[in-house]
């Protein structure tokens, strides 16, 4: 199957918004994330699930534990449970991120 | 932990070549594949894996079941398994896949 980027809606955050492109199992899907330009995705981190970040369009900083990365297009960065993780994107553009859901279950997240 | 692309080896195949980006678990994993200019990877299928397939670089063909995508930086595709897929490049330049496996096995695939 073919993702159709502009056929399936955007959930709205707080200066983010989300879009599931593939359900894979109960327990693992295929999100796009897009942070709006200067605005940022809060400290938290998952019990269970493991996340695979891929930077699609943009620039921005990336925490994953006690570390920033500069993050734009290419990049990929893998996200272990209980590793706390953020987003910030203090660019003029938004910043697109493709995650990787593994081992995804509710009420799974904890923001710090 | 950010993936260090030119860190980790290629493992040479028949006109293609692939590189291990992350392990999440014992049955699932990233990857990078690379279908060399004017190469491909034939027809195949897995039975119990499923793939999810971001275009990062290049431009090639992807067959997925009964039809063939054109497939170019930022096409993002779902293969589930029992469906026979397959990789063209027709141009001069490589192509450069991101590969997420969801319930990977050994001896999984079968080569048509």
């Given at each position: 199957m073919r993702f159709d980027f502009e056929g399936s809606a955007w959930v709205e955050k707080d200066g983010y918004r989300v879009k599931r492109?593939?359900?894979?199992?109960e327990d693992s899907l295929v999100q796009i994330v897009e942070i709006k330009a200067k605005a940022r995705v809060g400290k938290h981190y998952h019990k269970a699930q493991t996340e695979v970040f891929y930077i699609m369009e943009g620039k921005g900083t990336l925490g994953l534990g006690e570390r920033g990365f500069l993050a734009e297009r290419g990049d990929l960065f893998l996200c272990k449970p209980n590793s706390v993780h953020w987003v910030v994107n203090g660019s003029e553009s938004p910043l697109r991120i493709l995650v990787f859901k593994y081992n995804w279950r509710e009420n799974d997240t904890v923001w710090l």
């Open positions: 492109a593939f359900t894979i199992s």
